[in-house]
């Protein structure tokens, strides 16, 4: 049986009803060069009440880097309605990986907690859980930084690449991500924007004085 890295706690804060179906999120983690599952830099956290929304996971370390996000969502009440799908291909770098998240069978969870996604939709048919995960590998110049977005949403996206937890019913949660990798702020640019901020903040004093 997995881990379970949110579980009960999850599924009580992040559900809610699309159409005839619920929909709630059972487990989710991140994978940051082998740091999870909530890595620090897991810092811009918008998930909404029904567990959809998007999660960015920051990274600033030179050289290889990778990051992951797992999330296993539950759509209605009956047993063996769920399946997935994938919808195009990842672009340079990108991996993903669909399947039962080992409650029965599937390996998605123990690949995740080893940072290495089989690009496999290993559904044949329908199934009591579905998780699904996607991951990025990149690589960092000196004060360079990535912002690695996971998002869910029970609206199809407008991405080259997504993945989908689909209920018999109809109901379906998509899942996509994107990368973006820019220069750091210099430091000294941070301290002088600092100093301006102060600078500012003490001019505004005075003239309330």
């Known amino acids: 049986m997995k881990k379970v890295l949110l579980a009960a706690t999850a599924a009580a ?42 999660v960015t996971v920051r990274a600033n370390t030179d050289g290889n880097n990778f990051v992951l996000g797992y999330f296993d969502f539950d759509l209605g ?64 110049a000196k004060n360079e930084r990535a912002f690695i977005t996971f998002y869910t949403s029970l609206e199809r996206p407008d991405a080259p690449f997504f993945l ?14 994107s990368a973006l990798i820019e220069a750091a702020p210099e430091p000294g640019s941070l301290a002088l924007l600092g100093l301006g901020l102060v600078g500012a903040a003490a001019a505004g004093r005075r003239r309330r004085a």
């Open 164 to 177: 989908s937890q689909i209920d018999e019913d109809g109901t379906t949660v998509y899942f996509w991500s």
């Open 77 to 140: 009440d009956s047993n063996f309605d769920e399946t997935g799908a994938v919808n195009g291909a990842p672009g340079a770098g990108g991996s993903f990986e669909i399947d039962e998240p080992g409650f029965v069978f599937g390996n998605i969870f123990a690949n995740f907690q080893g940072g290495a996604l089989d690009n496999t939709n290993a559904l044949d048919g329908l199934e009591e859980d579905v998780a699904m995960a996607l991951g990025q590998d990149f690589v960092l």
């Open 13 to 54: 804060l992040f559900s809610t009803t699309a159409g005839a179906a619920t929909v709630s999120l059972f487990d989710l983690g991140f994978n940051r060069n082998g740091i999870q599952p909530f890595p620090g830099g897991v810092n811009y956290f918008n998930l909404g009440s029904n567990g959809l929304g998007s």
